[in-house]
């Protein structure tokens, strides 16, 4: 008997190690995701003329990642990957038009682990944006639509200072809880068209094509192809990121207002790289479902960056699916620190934060816990690698392993693979230099994608 009871203590013992938080006080946690912003579009990602002072600070008290991956190459796959640590491609129904269906979110497993959940801003992850759905406790304003009671109000500080006074506002409510908030805001997003008054902080910008790599000087290329000023569409982007930049710098002084400071992980980071310059059919059809006309005045002001990378929204390549990823929490997140080793993933978010702060972690889930990195303890060194496909059966699949990256196109396209730690940019194609890592890569991406489903439903679902 006294055997059984030891062992039965020791059980429950270890289960309740398991089950415990990193820390013996777990922190806010704060996700603050940008819509399109690519990779080369803050100051510290090296944009020869963004001035994004805030993220910039941001950044400089935390920890600044330069191998970071979201999950899709559009905004609802992403979003996720983010939410439930699943690999979007596994969703035979489409979440944007379907939800997550039984497959418990981060949101769900903080709010029982005694989290207030609140989000605010872009959706895109299911029909029903109510109050409760997904453990969310407050959604948007407590259902006031986007940007809450403050959107119209605010419009001449940039079109996410709406949801961004909708966050703060939840924080203050909040103070005294530990709380989760989503900030998910529409910048730089198409339509790029800020406040004057933003767009004029860059009046001095003379854009120097030469302080650019390809993909953006084909950019501007398809800028004065449709008749735009490569100069002034150049001051409209830069002004959109910053209005964003000021809204996240009000949160972020309110914060310290609070006295919350050191006790929130802030993470900041975009769903994937940066949309491309609208043309032709792609132009007007947009145009017309987000504005309502097919005139698309603003096609010129998408001058996204993906720093030294190829690609962007819509492609696998390194410009599409690696993006900023900064991390501040003040005396555990180690300040000024650039982590250019860690290959880490939106996918991860969910296991990561389980081992921060205690929460139940679901025995199925794609990611990895990467806390030590986060901690800048040791860079994170994957085991599972990263894959990407979009939600059609016959869709291209890429993978990522160590620092070899294959892209295996539609049906009879060649293997592209690349060291993408020696050429980021995708620029030299290995795959009959290195037949054996082909080989490997293949075989792992192929047995991944036999298990997907074979036909998908997105219906409701409108591509953002």
């Known amino acids: 008997m006294y055997c059984l009871k030891s062992k039965w203590v020791l059980a429950a013992s270890l289960l309740a190690l398991a089950a415990a938080p990193t820390h013996a006080t777990p922190p806010n946690i704060i996700c ?8 080369g579009d803050l100051g510290c990602y090296r944009h020869p003329y963004a001035r994004t002072p805030n993220l910039d600070r941001l950044a400089s008290d935390g920890m600044r990642f330069t191998q970071f991956y979201v999950t899709g190459v559009t905004c609802c796959p992403s979003r996720t990957g983010l939410m439930t640590g699943k690999h979007p491609a596994t969703f035979a129904k489409y ?13 769900d497993l903080l709010k029982q682990a005694g989290y207030v959940t609140g989000h605010f801003g872009k959706w895109h ?42 966050a703060i506002a939840f924080m203050e409510k909040n103070r005294d809880r530990p709380f989760y908030i989503n900030v998910w805001g529409h910048i730089s997003h198409f339509p790029v068209n800020p406040p004057p008054a933003y767009a004029e902080r860059f009046k001095d910008i003379v854009v120097n094509e030469s302080d650019f790599g390809p993909a953006m000087r084909e950019k501007f290329r398809q800028v004065r192809e449709l008749g735009g000023d490569v100069d002034q569409a150049m001051r409209n982007y830069l002004g959109d990121v910053a209005s964003l930049d000021d809204a996240a710098g009000r949160l972020l002084n309110r914060l310290d207002e609070l006295g919350l400071r050191e006790k929130t992980l802030v993470a900041f980071s975009s769903d994937h790289g940066p949309a491309p310059v609208l043309t032709g059919k792609d132009l007007n059809a947009i145009a017309e479902r987000i504005t309502g006309q097919t005139r698309g005045d603003f096609a010129v002001n998408m001058l996204g960056s993906p720093g030294p990378f190829r690609g962007g929204k ?16 003040p005396g555990h997140v180690p300040a000024g620190r650039v982590d250019d ?60 392993l160590d620092q070899w990256k294959l892209h295996l196109g539609r049906r009879g396209a060649e293997p592209e693979l690349y060291d993408v730690e020696a050429d980021p940019a995708e620029s030299v194609n290995g795959a009959t230099q290195h037949a054996d890592v082909v080989k490997s890569l293949r075989a792992q991406a192929e047995a991944w994608n036999s298990k997907l489903p074979k036909a998908y439903d997105k219906t409701g679902a409108k591509e953002d």
Not at 97 to 106: A, S
Not at 130 to 142: L, Q, R, V
């Open 32 to 39: 603050l995701f940008a819509d399109d912003l690519g990779y």
């Open 95 to 107: 979440p944007a038009g379907h939800g997550f269906g039984d497959r418990v979110t981060i949101t």
């Open 125 to 166: 992850i299911g029909p029903d944006e109510t109050p409760g759905t997904y453990g969310i406790d407050s959604i948007n304003g407590e259902g006031q639509g986007e940007g809450g009671r403050t959107h119209h109000t605010l419009g001449s500080l940039g079109r996410d200072a709406g949801l961004y006074a909708d």
């Open 314 to 329: 819509h492609t696998q390549l390194e410009g599409g699916v690696r993006v900023p990823f900064i991390l501040r929490w």
């Open 341 to 400: 080793t860690s290959v880490i993933s939106g996918i991860d978010w969910m296991p990561t934060l389980c081992e921060l702060t205690g929460a139940k972690l679901p025995a199925d889930f794609d990611g990895e816990d990467t806390l030590a990195a986060w901690l800048g303890q040791t860079p994170h060194v994957r085991s599972k690698p990263l894959l990407w496909k979009t939600s059609s059966p016959g869709a291209e699949v890429a993978i990522r």
